[in-house]
Structures are given as structure tokens and as C-alpha cells.
């Protein structure tokens, strides 16, 4: 199984700062990395696929970088809007499967 | 865009087998870029890749729930299924359905709370 983990659990920030998550492998997948952005109540939402391509539709302030094992989510000036909790998905294409990593809450500071 | 809607119950009872169904509309469940698949929220945790399903009916399960999963497909009906046994107060999670690229998950439903209590 590929282990992802996420840190940190926890980032307080303030709007219109930059914000930076990261997201580790236990093993090397490429570039099979996604980033979700999830509120309270609701389902998860694709931001980056493949590492670093910003869905259609995802504002241009994320961004995603990394390959291998580490991985990123920059989000350059926060909005309001963007206070929620950040998952990271692997695929492991051997396997055809997926994982998660445990989330990581933006809050407010 | 695909929109998908998750019907089961919200509770059930220890050891028993849960049910639900996830039903796929705005588009066709026979692609073959895509799985269909179900991932578990427990409250206040994180998300749980439960396993996945193409619609020739391969089917990919995570191995710490395998022994206890079964996801099949009616192309027929576009639906898909998820059968999870011998249930404990463990299980107690919010269900998703989702279509999963191998790039990402762009599309879920809005989720069920399903409890495990008797």
C-alpha cells in the first residue's frame, strides 16, 4: 500500500497570505497526485490533477508542484472562500488504486 | 457534466451488510478512461478510498477492507453498487460516490451519513 501523509494538520493564516501544504508518498508515484479542497458539509473538490494542472474552473491562485514523493499546494493570496481542509489522492497505477492523505485544515488566524 | 446521487440507508445494525447505490445521470457509465467508485468520510476524519469498479465489471478493492467489500455495475440502469459486511460502530461514515480518473476524482455525489448503531 502507498501510505500518503499530509502536514500540516493544521496552518492559521490570514487573507491574502501565501499558504503552502504538503503532501509526502511512501513510495514513488510520478506524477499521480491530486489536490481536493473540501468545506464543511460538502463533497471534496478537484483542484490540481496531476501534480500541478489546475482543473478547469479552479482559480488561478492554486498551484500545484512536485513529483516522486513530495508534492506541494501553493495558494499565493488567500481568500476567504479558501478556508476549508486540503486532501491529497494518490494513484498507484500497478495496483489501481488510491489513497488519501489525512487532510490538512486552513483556518483562520 | 455527470451528476451522481447516492440512495441507501442512513442506519444499520452491528454486523449487519450495508447497501447502497449510486445512480449516474448526464452521462454514460460504459467509458472506459474511468472507474466508478465509492470513498467513506468517518466524522471529523479524513477520506477512505473503499475501491472501484469499470463497467465491464473489473474490479479493484482496498486491501484492508476487501475481505468485506463487493462494488458491482448495471450498465443497464447506469448504477453501481456498494455491499460492505459484517458492520461495526467503525464503519459509521458519510458514503461517496465518485467518478475516478486515474489523474483525479472530478465528480461525487453529495454523500450519505450512514450510522452503525443498533
Known amino acids: 500500500d502507498i501510505r500518503m501523509t499530509q502536514s500540516p494538520s493544521t496552518v492559521s493564516a490570514s487573507v491574502g497570505d501565501r499558504v503552502t501544504l504538503t503532501c509526502r508518498a511512501s513510495?514513488?508515484?510520478?506524477?499521480?497526485l491530486a489536490w481536493y479542497q473540501q468545506k464543511a458539509g460538502e463533497a471534496p473538490k478537484l483542484l490540481i490533477y496531476?501534480?500541478?494542472s489546475l482543473e478547469r474552473g479552479a482559480p488561478s491562485r492554486f498551484s500545484g508542484r512536485g513529483s516522486g514523493t513530495e508534492f506541494t499546494l501553493t495558494i499565493t493570496s488567500l481568500q476567504p472562500e479558501d478556508y476549508a481542509t486540503y486532501h491529497c489522492?494518490?494513484?498507484?497505477?500497478?495496483?489501481?488504486?488510491?489513497?488519501f492523505g489525512q487532510g490538512t485544515k486552513v483556518d483562520m488566524k | 457534466q455527470v451528476y451522481l446521487q447516492e440512495s441507501g440507508p442512513g442506519l444499520v445494525k452491528p454486523s449487519e451488510t450495508l447497501s447502497l447505490r449510486c445512480t449516474v445521470s448526464?452521462?454514460?457509465?460504459?467509458?472506459?478512461?474511468?472507474?466508478w467508485g465509492w470513498i467513506r468520510q468517518p466524522p471529523g476524519k479524513g477520506l477512505e478510498w473503499i475501491g472501484s469498479?469499470?463497467?465491464?465489471?473489473?474490479?479493484y478493492y482496498n486491501p484492508s477492507l476487501t475481505r468485506r467489500v463487493t462494488i458491482s455495475v448495471d450498465t443497464s440502469k447506469n448504477q453501481f453498487s456498494l455491499k460492505l459486511s459484517s458492520l461495526t460502530a467503525a464503519d459509521t461514515a458519510v458514503y461517496y460516490c465518485?467518478?475516478?480518473?486515474?489523474?483525479?476524482?472530478?465528480?461525487w455525489g453529495q454523500g450519505t451519513l450512514v450510522t452503525v448503531s443498533s
Open positions: 465518485a467518478r475516478l480518473y486515474n489523474y483525479g476524482t472530478d465528480s
Open positions: 448526464g452521462g454514460s457509465i460504459s467509458g472506459s478512461s474511468y472507474h
Open positions: 469498479i469499470y463497467y465491464s465489471g473489473k474490479t
Open positions: 513510495q514513488n508515484i510520478g506524477n499521480w
Open positions: 496531476k501534480a500541478s
Open positions: 489522492q494518490q494513484y498507484d497505477s500497478q495496483s489501481n488504486s488510491y489513497s
